[in-house]
């Protein structure tokens, strides 16, 4: 069983940052590919990034420049810091951990919130 448990998520005014941190704990296994997804009021879930076990990132365009995630394997621990917030990046932050080794699959967490005011 895989628990995904993210924080630092919070109220900022346009042109801060936060921070935030993913953990995947159970498996013994490292993770194939972490990432954050995010979810506005009344839209779909969206990629925001995500990184594979080999390093290689991936970014959504509203983010590039602005949002870096980072990846701790031996302990499947994933950030992502965000520069210059938006109110448009306001919404819930999903941390997702793939795993293609073992019966752990696709794994979401609870989702945190982040508040960006103008």
């Known amino acids: 069983q895989v628990q995904v448990v993210e924080s630092g998520g919070g109220l900022v005014q346009a042109g801060g940052s936060l921070r935030l941190s993913c953990s995947a704990s159970?498996?013994?296994?490292?993770?194939?590919?972490m990432g954050w997804y995010r979810q506005a009021p009344g839209k779909a879930r969206e990629l925001v990034a995500s990184v594979t076990d080999v390093d290689s990132t991936n970014y959504a365009d509203f983010v590039k420049g602005r949002f870096t995630i980072s990846r701790v394997y031996f302990n499947n621990t994933v950030y992502l810091q965000m520069n210059s917030l938006k109110p448009e990046d306001t919404g819930t932050y999903y941390c997702?951990?793939?795993?293609?080794?073992?019966?752990?699959?696709?794994?979401w967490g609870q989702g945190t919130q982040v508040t960006v005011s103008s």
């Open positions: 159970g498996p013994l296994v490292g993770a194939k590919t």
């Open positions: 997702n951990a793939q795993f293609i080794v073992g019966p752990f699959g696709d794994n």
